[in-house]
């Protein structure tokens, strides 16, 4: 109950304390705190290169490197054979000057494992420029 009104019978003093005006002088406070705080806002500073005019823009090559439903791996389409062609193909990309963008298409059916697998050796070697393409099928 919000209020108490005593004992009509007895006559008596009203031990209770009536804390309905408590309440909303409390309820009122914190709509008011709510208003009065600032809208946060999160940003995340990079620190991006600045453009050189002079420098000629160029188009850094592209691998796709599809990773199958079955586990089967396709650099620029042509069949990956085993694990250690694919860390040679990671090298030899790694070394290369400019570095190319590798762009990573999973099948919407691959297993976890397996991409977080290439992902991994891909970082070790050097690959920098990663990218995951076709996220919008999922």
Known sequence: MGMSVGNAE???V???MNTTPLIDVLLVLIVMLIITIPVQTHAVKLDMPRPNPNQPLTE???IDLI??????LLWNS???PNGETLVSYFEEAASKDPQ???HLRPNKLAKYDVVAKVLATAQRKGIKNIGIVGNDSF
């Open 78 to 80: 042509q069949p990956v």
């Open 100 to 102: 190319p963008e590798l």
């Open 60 to 62: 850094p090559e592209v």
């Open 67 to 72: 990773v199958d439903f079955d586990g089967t």
């Open 10 to 12: 007895e006559g008596g």
């Open 14 to 16: 009203m031990i209770e």
